[in-house]
């Protein structure tokens, strides 16, 4: 699957789904969303026929104490099937779950 592909298919996404951000930094396709939907997102790219992202490479976590924001959560996806990767990052402070 070619990154033209996925960014044009994210573009049309971003109507209906709630993505806060598509980034592109050294070729790595970032997408950033709000805690409450990151289930629903990380679901959505891996039963979706065009995308496919079945593993879960990774889950690293930041704390930056001066933000009100102060953890950064960032998934790193992989689909075998079309050799893509994908990062998705969402933002939470110590009060708020990510998954409710």
């Given amino acids: 699957m070619n990154q ?10 971003l109507k209906v789904c709630p993505l806060e ?18 289930l629903d997102v ?3 790219f891996k039963y979706h026929i065009l995308y496919q992202f079945e593993i879960l ?5 930041v ?3 001066m ?5 950064k959560l960032v998934y790193e996806l992989l689909s075998v099937r079309y050799n893509f990767r994908l990062r998705i990052k969402t ?3 110590e009060l708020m779950s990510i998954f409710l």
């Fill in 4 to 13: 033209q592909l996925v960014i044009e298919n994210l573009r049309n996404l």
């Fill in 21 to 38: 951000k598509v980034q592109v930094f050294n070729e790595d396709l970032i997408l950033v969303v709000k805690p409450n939907v990151l």
């Fill in 42 to 44: 990380l679901l959505f």
């Fill in 57 to 61: 490479t990774c889950i690293s976590g």
């Fill in 63 to 65: 704390d930056y104490p």
């Fill in 67 to 71: 933000n009100k924001y102060r953890f």
């Fill in 91 to 93: 933002f939470s402070h």
